[in-house]
């Protein structure tokens, strides 16, 4: 923070002034000087200063480089990013693209990206850990495009410029006890497309919207936190069959606000001295699930009476904006039994034959549950193990699911049970299995092309990988026509790559329909796929009607000129 020597502050106002050159000498090596106090204490305690961090492949992930302080890349040891101070006022703070491989942001504080900077953005990421971190000042606090398969959990994300942590055409991502407060835009975003997320203990206050949701599908919001906001949880444009339960919404212009959203189930959930409307849904929506409806500030005896003492307000209460109805609307003070949930996420997942795979538990707690849930699992083949850590915890708490097979082990699809118990209650998930020998498949998109004689085709061709295969692939094509070439770009890589095949066709090759034979081999493996090539024949040229009239018109032009010099009088 150097000392501005333009202007200057006099009699409470702006003043330009002149220095002396002394002065000036003076003044230059004090800014030095204090220049070099700040940088040795401007990073905050446990903080460590580090550049904006950009890692765009996997290969990019480098210990000692890139801000990569330990691990392998592996479910068991992920890569680690952590204890950074960066400052994003030139770049994005983290910015992490195109990685499959297991890594965690954690401990580090990223700040003042201003607008035009988010501080942590993940854009087609899988199996990224965000953890523990601050991000204030930025853009977006966390923004994920394109990813999934990971989990945010104990951020804070503060005083940014368009929200805390936004989740673009994301999915299969856990938020947990995550803190979104004073951002100008939304505390937590998902949409258009984000899918299938979990949203468990986050605490979103003194934002636009509390938490936000477009066009997503198929999310769950548990013991979520939403107070003085403009919107509580707002749902729009076809965000369908949200479950909703649980959460707090509190001291909010509105609630909870449907908007053309609809089967969505909405329960168990505390709205309290919202100021314009507690709720809104102009959707087909359910407001009330097994008996159990929610908490309401404004639908309370006595004026509307719980007659028989049960906990629940005799009168159903309406939703403005449409028919929908809490049918059984709690009176405030009731204790529901407390109970919890277990969810796993993804809920699938492969795995080559002596290799591991991970997945994340996530026991959210129910009307105050507080006992002790101990996990297990079973269903596992003959040659596979699990393992939880942590094994047990007091929900709400996420617990990584580790399972380890044995190179002997049968290859299939299994369906492994996992379970919790504790308190007297047990609840389980199911995780689907696949092992599989590691190999690669092929495909090519689109299947069929058709070209000019002399004209050129394109097509996509992909590899990906079965079972952890990670060995080179290199591509190659057969069954061309007399005149026809290819080209890969690349022509060979890991699995899963996309490559551009070029088929280019001479003026002599024949006019007919071909079956390509596009073939990958690594790995002492082959596979192929078939691409359908038309090659058409090329129109006759047309008569250069144009340029023999041209021809004709400058030769009439030619005449005229010649006869007119004849008749000229010669004198």
């Keep these: 923070m150097g000392l501005n020597t333009k202007v200057g502050v006099f009699g409470g106002k702006i003043r330009p002034f002149s220095l002396t050159v002394c002065g000036a000498l003076a003044l230059s090596m004090f800014s030095v000087l204090a220049f070099q106090a700040a940088q040795a204490s401007a990073s905050p305690s446990g903080y460590t200063p580090h550049a904006p961090i950009f890692i765009t492949s996997n290969d990019n992930f480098v210990i000692g480089q890139n801000g990569v302080t330990s691990g392998s890349g592996t479910g068991l040891d992920p890569y680690i990013i952590e204890n950074w101070v960066i400052e994003a006022s030139s770049a994005n703070g983290i910015y992490i693209e195109n990685t499959t491989k297991y890594f965690i942001i954690r401990n580090c504080l990223v700040e003042n990206g201003g607008y035009s900077y988010q501080g942590i953005l993940l854009h087609n990421v899988v199996n990224g850990k965000i953890e523990n971190n601050t991000c204030r000042n930025n853009g977006w606090g966390i923004l994920l495009n394109f990813s999934s398969n990971g989990n945010l959990t104990n951020n804070t994300c503060e005083n940014n410029s368009y929200g805390g942590i936004d989740l673009f055409s994301s999915s299969n991502e856990n938020l947990t006890n995550n803190t979104c407060e004073n951002n100008a835009g939304n505390g937590i975003q998902l949409g258009p497309s984000s899918n299938?997320?979990?949203?468990?203990?986050?605490?979103?206050?003194?934002?636009?919207?509390?938490?936000?949701?477009?066009?997503?599908?198929?999310?769950?919001?548990?013991?979520?936190?939403?107070?003085?906001?403009?919107?509580?949880?707002?749902?729009d444009g076809d965000s369908n069959n949200d479950i909703l339960?649980?959460?707090?919404?509190?001291?909010?212009?509105?609630?909870?606000?449907?908007?053309?959203?609809?089967?969505?189930?909405?329960?168990?959930?505390?709205?309290l001295n919202n100021a314009e409307n507690n709720a809104h849904d102009n959707g087909a929506n359910y407001w009330d699930y097994n008996g159990k409806g929610n908490y309401w500030s404004d639908w309370q005896p006595p004026q509307h009476p719980d007659a028989n003492g049960d906990g629940v307000v005799d009168q159903p209460r309406p939703i403005s904006g449409g028919t929908n109805r809490d049918h059984y609307p709690f009176v405030l003070g009731f204790v529901l039994l407390t109970d919890f949930t277990i969810d796993v996420s993804p809920t699938s997942g492969s795995v080559a034959q002596g290799g591991s795979i991970t997945a994340t538990v996530s026991i959210s707690s129910i009307a105050g549950f507080a006992e002790t849930v101990s996990l297990s699992a079973t269903g596992l083949p003959s040659g596979a193990t699990a393992s939880f850590s942590p094994f047990s915890g007091v929900p709400s708490f996420s617990s990584t699911l580790t399972i380890s097979t044995a190179s002997t082990i049968s290859t299939g699809t299994y369906s492994i049970t996992v379970t919790g118990t504790g308190g007297g209650k047990t609840h389980s998930c199911t995780y689907t299995l696949t092992v599989a020998v590691p190999d690669f498949s092929i495909s090519v998109s689109p299947t069929f092309g058709s070209a000019v004689q002399g004209v050129s085709v394109t097509a996509i061709v992909s590899p990906a990988s079965v079972g952890g295969f990670s060995e080179t692939v290199s591509l190659s094509a057969s069954g061309l026509p007399s005149g026809a070439t290819t080209t890969f770009s690349p022509p060979?890589?890991?699995?899963?790559?996309?490559?551009?095949?070029?088929i280019s066709t001479a003026s002599t090759t024949p006019a007919g329909t071909y079956s390509i034979t596009i073939t990958g081999t690594g790995g002492e493996k082959t596979h192929s796929a078939t691409f359908s090539l038309t090659v058409t024949t090329a129109p006759p040229t047309p008569f250069p009607w144009e340029l023999l009239v041209g021809i004709i018109v400058v030769i009439l032009i030619v005449i005229a000129a010649i006869f007119l010099y004849r008749r000229k009088p010669r004198g």
């Design 245 to 271: 339960t649980y959460n707090t919404c509190e001291n909010n212009s509105y609630g909870i606000y449907l908007a053309d959203s609809h089967r969505c189930t909405i329960f168990c959930n505390y709205l």
């Design 196 to 235: 299938n997320n979990i949203l468990t203990n986050n605490t979103c206050g003194s934002n636009s919207y509390g938490i936000y949701l477009f066009f997503s599908s198929n999310d769950i919001l548990t013991n979520n936190t939403c107070e003085n906001n403009n919107y509580g949880i707002h749902l």
């Design 492 to 502: 060979s890589g890991t699995p899963g790559f996309d490559s551009t095949l070029t």
